[in-house]
């Protein structure tokens, strides 16, 4: 009798410490610092689960609970969202530093923390955090060609911001002198209460002349400019 | 019929082929200026510097050799019987000068007509000229615009 009553007691003090384990979710690199070249492990685990959108893939398969490796480049913030339903998205990040590294070439805005130049703000009512992200990330990197970096500023919310990029769509032919233009973009992605997305997305445009090295902001006149971009990058993300 | 200079027609002949590669150079900068810089409908601060200093540039490059060329040749008083003189150093005066002033026109050109090359490249190779290329003026500045002979 004593022993069932102790390995009662055992198993309540056990399931006390486990519990917070299952409860809140965890994701970690095996090494947050690596050598230029090297590779480093992720894992995450959330028992409950059924959704999940990792940074450099994309939706995962294995929500729950899962392992990849990953060589970065440049010093990385890896963004990880996972869902259960019934419960409020989880936004979690984990950084490897890569030492040596030469980074990537693209020109970036100033202030990747700040929206553009030209905001516009929208609401979806999507489902999931995780699909609109994959979405989101889908457009930019595999559909437009940007350069991307995902972090998450707060605990419910993703931005995705990209490198400037020259759009020939953008450029006028007629225009004298010609002007070249590239244009960079900020989508941040906030998880709002019953399914609500809340969608800012904000660009830059900037142009030059041909002989000219030196960029320029796009002025406010240009706002229709930003618009066209703007709503062409939403219809996009709607369209998807 | 052989066309022979003396001394003085040559140093004006040089200071002309100098004088001309000027007026080229300075040319095709109003071409590039009034075709890409001017028609800017509300241009942004310091947007002009570029071009400004490239005007600046140019003169100074200039500026050298062509002060000691027009200085020496109005000092100069003129022959009344001029001898001829042999054409070598002649032939190789106008080499070298318009081997160096066509260096700074095809530089130019690329920027300003064909735009293969930047304002801020272009603004960087010109000060290599006088110091890089000094050996091409300065030994026909010597012999033609410090020779006592005339």
């Not at chain 1, 660009?203 to 062409?232: A, C, G, H, L």
Request: proline share 6%; with cysteine.
């Amino acid at each position: 009798m004593m022993f069932f009553v102790a390995q009662f007691a055992l198993s309540v003090v056990l399931a006390s410490f486990a519990s917070p384990m299952s409860d809140e979710p965890l994701f970690k690199a095996d090494k947050p610092e690596i050598a230029a070249g090297g590779s480093a492990s992720l894992s995450w685990q959330w028992n409950p689960a059924t959704r999940g959108y990792l940074s450099s893939l994309g939706l995962v398969d294995h929500p729950s609970s899962d392992t990849v490796r990953v060589s970065p480049d440049e010093t990385t913030s890896y963004v990880l969202i996972l869902e259960a339903p019934g419960l409020l998205p989880r936004v979690l990040v984990q950084r490897v530093v890569v030492r040596g590294a030469k980074g990537r070439s693209g020109d970036w805005p100033d202030d990747l923390f700040v929206p553009l130049a030209y905001q516009a703000d929208y609401d979806i009512n999507s489902t999931s955090l995780s699909v609109l992200a994959a979405r989101v990330r889908s457009v930019l990197h595999d559909d437009r060609g940007f350069e991307v970096r995902q972090f998450s500023p707060a605990e419910d919310q993703i931005v995705f911001s990209t490198a400037f990029l020259q759009n020939a769509k953008l450029n006028e032919a007629n225009e004298s002198p010609r002007k070249f233009r590239r244009i960079a973009y900020r989508v941040a992605l906030t998880a709002g209460k019953s399914g609500l997305i809340h969608v800012n997305l904000s660009s830059s445009i900037e142009w030059r002349v041909v002989v000219d090295n030196r960029w320029f902001p796009e002025n406010s006149s240009s706002s229709d400019r930003y618009k066209i971009q703007t709503d062409d990058l939403w219809s996009s993300l709607k369209a998807n | 019929m052989r066309f022979r200079l003396n001394l003085d027609g040559q140093r004006w002949c040089i200071i002309s082929v100098w004088f001309v590669c000027l007026i080229a150079n300075l040319t095709l900068v109003l071409y590039l200026d009034s075709s890409q810089y001017r028609p800017i409908d509300a241009p942004p601060e310091t947007w002009r510097e570029p071009i400004n200093k490239l005007y600046l540039d140019l003169l100074a490059i200039y500026a050298p050799p062509l002060t000691t060329m027009l200085a020496i040749g109005f000092a100069r008083k003129p022959n009344s019987s001029p001898r001829q003189r042999s054409s070598a150093p002649y032939v190789f005066a106008i080499c070298a000068s318009l081997l160096w002033n066509g260096i700074v026109i095809v530089q130019n050109s690329r920027l300003s007509v064909f735009h293969t090359l930047d304002i801020q490249s272009f603004a960087g190779f010109l000060p290599i000229l006088p110091g890089g290329l000094s050996f091409l003026v300065t030994p026909f500045l010597a012999f033609y615009f410090s020779s006592e002979q005339s």
